[in-house]
């Protein structure tokens, strides 16, 4: 895995968790930030797995109380393939918790390390800025009804193309990348055309 990359995950999944006030950041250390990311895949990881259980155990009922319907078999059914996929999902975030000891080796490099706080902290102080450019690029969406992934998969996008230099072609395959790692079924598609039109938007603002 590339510094970079192993960076943009750690900053994915601590941000959330770190102090919001600026002078708290700086003194954020990289364990600190390690701390957060596993805190978040574990997080995650339960959540996925109870909310699997608790469509299981629905779908479960549903086809026990099934009578010879055909409308009530379809729904069943639907319910326990939506379980299962929601499984699928809670089996995919414990297989990337699994990998956390990679990532805290990992993270001790140099070039991670460097760049994972240098991307937080330059995330945190522009944050008004960057959240004023999503909120213009998204179509009937809010910023803060987006799930916290999404929203954050942006603003790493965002802070990297402006304030780190990080070409917008660049910027945006990661951030693909990262939401088809983290975010739901269609979260890359709708992550990539948000980001064409922060593009589309941020170049027709640049003096000609």
């Not at 954020?28 to 997080?43: H, S």
């Not at 001790?108 to 944050?127: C, F, G, H, M, P």
């Amino acid at each position: 895995m590339q510094a970079r990359r192993i960076a943009r995950e750690l900053a994915l999944l601590s941000i959330s968790q770190l102090p919001a006030k600026q002078e708290r950041l700086e003194m954020q250390d990289l364990q600190g930030v390690v701390v957060a990311a596993v805190r978040t895949l574990t997080t995650e990881a339960q959540d996925a797995l109870e909310t699997a259980s608790a469509e299981l155990q629905q779908s479960n009922a549903r086809l026990l109380n099934s009578e010879t319907r055909a409308t009530d078999v379809q729904s069943a059914r639907d319910m326990v393939r939506e379980a299962i996929e929601i499984t699928q999902t809670a089996i995919n975030r414990l297989g990337v918790a699994i990998e956390v000891p990679e990532f805290i080796q990992l993270a001790n490099q140099k070039d991670v390390r460097s760049y994972t706080l240098e991307l937080i902290r330059t995330l945190k102080a522009n944050r008004e800025r960057i959240d004023q450019i999503l909120s213009q690029a998204l179509v009937d969406w809010q910023l803060s009804r987006l799930a916290w992934i999404d929203r954050d998969i942006l603003r790493i996008a965002v802070t990297e193309i402006l304030f780190l230099g990080v070409p917008d072609r660049v910027a945006i395959n990661e951030a693909v990348e990262l939401a088809k790692r983290y975010s739901g079924d269609d979260g890359h598609r709708f992550i990539n055309g948000v980001l064409r039109r922060v593009m589309d938007q941020v170049k027709t603002e640049l003096p000609s």
